[in-house]
């Protein structure tokens, strides 16, 4: 079990220097999250976004080779796979 | 099957994250798990029974109705609602419980993970 | 049910919204049930200027006295108050100072976390 960081921009930055230093960290950017700045996305951490918040904010084509985008339901079986970080 | 917890700090119509808790509550019933959510702070105002609003094309209540048909339980904290000037859950859809932060606490012990919005 | 641990962060300042007082008096809720779960308060970010000595803690201080008295670890992340140029001296010495990777490894530990 890792660590999944839910993260939005309020106090996300607070969650991603947490999780720079964390080696199984698995971040996921929701809501005005996706707006932070990749030069924060922690080294290591895989990243991924909740597609709906991507696309209504028009991002799809400016969202950072790193994001992957998931729905709803993966973000449910990554809940429950790793402990959950809230920064949201 | 794992027992999902939620906290919901913010109410409706100003912030996203009663959507966000909704979107992750609903997927997770979907696929067979069990939702408890505690209604903390203006987070109290989402299961307000008499919500109108142009704008949106679902009220939030009704979102929280959904969420307790499949099977969700949802309590209220007791001293954010009277706060607020809610009369005692009168003003709640049915489902939705009111009660303490000692209910947190109990779904705290109870739940395999627990999410804050 | 059994008892669990839970680290929340509180990572807004003190006084322009309500979280820096409703964030203690979740944590000594959590503490309430039965099963006597078990908190650890740390604060990030901005959320550190509530530690300065100066702050003004008439509405905080009997969510802060429960929680001592139940041993309760209230921790300010080191790095945070470097950034802000705040002086280890200027902090109230119910705070711990802690660096980043030790909270990691706090949150390693428990079982839950939730933000303020």
């Keep these: 079990m890792g660590n999944l960081y839910l993260i939005n921009k309020e106090y996300g930055e607070n969650g991603l220097k947490l999780a720079e230093y964390d080696g199984e960290a698995v971040v996921v950017l929701i809501q005005d999250g996706v707006y932070i700045d ?51 | 099957m794992a027992k999902l917890g939620f906290m919901l700090t913010l109410g409706p119509f100003q912030f996203e994250n009663w959507e966000t808790a909704c979107n992750i509550a609903k997927a997770a019933l979907e696929k067979g798990h069990e939702v408890k959510m505690f209604l903390y702070l203006d987070g109290v105002y989402n299961p307000i029974k008499l919500q109108t609003f142009p704008d949106l094309p679902v009220m939030p209540k009704d979102r929280v109705a959904e969420l307790v048909a499949k099977g969700a339980k949802i309590t209220a904290c007791g001293i954010c609602v009277n706060a607020r000037g809610l009369e005692k859950g009168k003003d709640f859809i049915p489902g939705v419980v009111v009660g303490g932060l000692p209910d947190f606490a109990e779904i705290v012990s109870e739940v395999d993970k627990l999410i804050t919005l | 049910m059994v008892q669990r641990s839970v680290l929340i962060t509180i990572n807004r300042p003190p006084y322009g919204s309500i979280y820096y007082t409703e964030g203690l008096r979740a944590a000594v809720g959590v503490t309430s049930g039965i099963d006597e779960n078990i908190v650890t308060v740390v604060y990030l970010g901005d959320g550190s200027y509530f530690t300065l000595k100066g702050v003004d803690r008439k509405d905080t201080d009997k969510y802060l006295s429960t929680l001592k008295k139940q041993g309760t670890r209230l921790i300010v992340q080191k790095e945070s108050l470097q950034e802000r140029g705040i002086k280890e001296s200027e902090i109230e010495t119910d705070f711990e100072i802690l660096p980043t990777k030790e909270i990691l490894d706090l949150m390693q530990r428990v079982d839950f976390t939730m933000d303020f």
């Design chain 1, 38 to 88: 990749p030069a924060l996305y922690p080294n290591k951490a895989k990243i991924y976004a909740i597609k709906q918040d991507v696309q209504k904010r028009g991002l799809n084509d400016r969202l950072h080779k790193r994001v992957e985008c998931i729905d709803y339901s993966q973000l449910v079986d990554l809940i429950v796979e790793n402990k959950v970080i809230n920064f949201a």
